[in-house]
């Protein structure tokens, strides 16, 4: 079987009709548990602080999570109409394949992410945030004007000004800052900017951990559908520890709270924290492994044949 020629020597694979219809219902059937109750809700009107958080923070649908695609370097033959409809895919002598250019888009966009992600994994994680950036959010706002107001608040707000002024904020990440009261962002120990992003940001930061799912998309579909949904479930459980160690009642949802206000739940917290960076740092390195593969993939043209990458 001949396969579309690429100015990467390494091998393409090539994925047959029979394998890539087996591993797209595999991530379907996957993903259901996720979508579905997402999909439920919003037929209902209804929201969820914790479910809807990675559906409606980062700006992806349940179709662009739910459909499967194979990453960029593999070729699925047979019958590949559906995968052409897509304008990052091109026609290859037996099937289709992700074009890297296409899908990578500005490469200023990618080495971007391959330098947040390198950078994160070489910092040193910190573990004395204690998930106070949520209660950064709420700090001297009253219940009907803070960000869940729906849900109550397990503490009073005189309460929760008390803690965050005991506790202090070591918030390093700049989408969890920019979220704050103006009262408790002159209280943090940093100004994350975007600009500084790539020297603060740290791999013990549960909002870090769930923006390798960000990392992913943007680079939709020349990341494989497989390690996206890893990405995806991890910050799931990311969120998760995120909101229970808030100052909101979650406790009507399931949610136990991490009470973080105390010693021993700010223990529970960093050990949470050191969970979470355990299974990310192998995300990191498998997302950044594939970035930079597609970055190799869209240099090597121009560098050409028998040069080598500076």
Known sequence: MSTSPVADPRDRTALPESDWRDREHAHRERVQPWVAPRQARRSRGETHPVDDFLFDYYPYSVARLTTWHPGHG?????????FLQHPAYRRTPDGA????GRAAGRGSRLDLAIRLLESTARREPEFGCFGMH??????GLPQ???RHASQPLRLAPDEIVDIVDSVGLRCTHIDAYRFFTPAAAERNAHRPTRTTQPDLEQPGCVHATMDLYKYAQWFHPAVSSELTADCFELARQAREIDM???PYDLTDL?????RVETMEGRREYAHAQRDLLE???VLRERLTSALEDLRHEILQPMI???SSQP
Do not use: K, L, S
Not at 134 to 139: D, H, K, T
């Open 144 to 146: 009907p004007e803070i």
């Open 244 to 246: 229970r160690a808030t």
């Open 279 to 281: 299974r990310a740092t």
């Open 254 to 258: 399931g949610y136990e709270p991490i």
């Open 134 to 139: 949520e209660w950064a959010m709420v700090y």
């Open 97 to 100: 394949t992700v074009d890297a």
């Open 74 to 82: 593999t070729e699925v033959t047979g019958r590949v109409d559906r």
């Open 304 to 306: 050409g044949p028998g």
